[in-house]
């Protein structure tokens, strides 16, 4: 159960927070884990989870820690040999895997995919859309959508969506993997589609995780209750292959100050094997406690701006993905 830190603990999280390097280093795990008596994640066998980017990263390592939990895993990538390369290891050690290929930067494979885990799934207790990529350079997908965008955004909506009859019973869970990089932008609906004069990769990734923090209260808000429950969670700053590629500056000068993978996926596999219903939907999350989607007055909106803004985000992904829903 998420357990709520008071006194000296509160106090202590809340000034690790506002450090921000203390909070998303190594050192916010190591500290918190003292200061709320972590328990382990409790094992769940037969949970049936699906999880995207499971070939590389925190998505890997989240795929070992859950299947080790007894979860049924579900591994979707773009890469067959990659994914294959972690389903075995994964059934060595006797866990029931099944792996599934598509390129989420095109939309008409993530509709496929949500064919293929319909026709032989009877249901999805953890939808984890983990996939994301930042891109230094503008690239766009076969349906001319610009790539962060549909990998972060598109894609995940469209699981989201085709998936949730599948997501029926016992209050099944729909977890995001943003990122802390979301808190430098606001959400501006007409500044998601970035041109290609524009582009910035860093720019365009912050302020598709933030649009995923957006859709997350959205579409928790929207969904009837005790159906299913969503929750953003962010890894703070961990060792992968995706930040040593597209960040090896950073990836440098913070060297042994980045959270282990395992570290990263701390938070994301103890919100999957918490009980059905469990924690209260439409959250942002980091090392077990639910956070602010703020850090920045110019980021900051009021609630009712955030609900107008979420309203404004699900319209204009209906119309987008309309062809593949
Ligand atoms: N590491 C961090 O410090 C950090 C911080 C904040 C947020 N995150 C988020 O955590 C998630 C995992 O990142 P990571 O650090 O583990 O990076 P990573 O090692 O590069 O893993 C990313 C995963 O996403 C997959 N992927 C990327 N583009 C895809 C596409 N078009 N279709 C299908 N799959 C695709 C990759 O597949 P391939 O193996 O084929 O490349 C890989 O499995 C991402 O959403 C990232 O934004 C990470």
New binding site residues.
Partial sequence: MARTLSGISRYLDVALEASVIGSFTRVGPAARRRLGHWKPPSPTPGRVVVI????????KQAAHDLADLGCTMVLV???NA?LEEVATALRSKGSSVIVEC????DLSQSADLCDRLSGQLDRIDVLIH????LLQTYQLGPQSRE?TLS?HLLSPYILTSRLAPLMASDQPKVIT?????MYTEPFVLKRLEITPEKYRGSVAYARAKRAQVVLNQALARREPMGQRTFCAV?????K????SESLPTFDKLLGPLLRTPQE?VETLVWLSTLPEGEPESGLLWLDRQPRSPYHLPKTKVSDETQVAEGNELISWLDEVTAPFL
């Fill in positions: 995207t980017g499971a070939s590389s990263g925190l998505g990538g773009r890469d990659r598509a390129d989420l930067s983990n996939a994301g990529a790539v990998v993997m943003t990122s802390g990089g962010h890894p703070g700053w961990a992968t292959p995706g930040v990263g």
